[in-house]
Nanobody
Framework: EVQLVESGGGLVQAGGSLRLSCVASGFTFDDYAIGWFRQAPGKEREGDGV??????????SYADSVKARFTISRDKAKNAVYLQMNSLEPEDTAVYFC????????????????????????WGQGTQVTVSS
């Protein structure tokens, strides 16, 4: 069964760093573009796109709010994608999800400017990131 599992979340002080992991099973992760989304606490709206990494050429995209602070990468041997988060701010507090980009819509590439949740089809369960002031 296709499955994505996030880990690496936790509690960190403002200005600190965390590294999130997204590990895939049931398929080869490097065949898909992978994105990170986040949902702030107490919000019912759709999650906000954070970052995306393509499969074909490893091109990356970032939301304006995290550019220069977050870095997305992948490790093909470990079937994993990572999100390195530096200079964290309280506004970064959210549940973070990884997901696969819909191949039928975008092929192996990321949607423009990360896109929306409708651009993705396989989702993990999420990992909590809490940034204290």
């Amino acid at each position: 069964e296709v499955q994505l599992v996030e880990s690496g979340g936790g509690l960190v002080q403002a200005g600190g760093s965390l590294r999130l992991s997204c590990v895939a099973s049931g398929f080869t992760f490097d065949d898909y573009a992978i994105g990170w989304f986040r949902q702030a606490p107490g919000k019912e709206r759709e999650g906000d796109g954070v970052s995306c990494i393509s499969a074909t050429d490893t091109s990356t995209s970032y939301a304006d709010s995290v550019k220069a602070r977050f870095t997305i990468s992948r490790d093909k041997a470990k079937n994993a994608v990572y999100l390195q988060m530096n200079s964290l701010e309280p506004e970064d507090t959210a549940v973070y999800f990884c997901a696969t980009v819909k191949v039928a819509a975008h092929g192996s590439r990321c949607p423009h400017s990360v896109g929306t949740p409708n651009d993705y089809d396989r989702w993990g369960q999420g990992t909590q990131v809490t940034v204290s002031s």
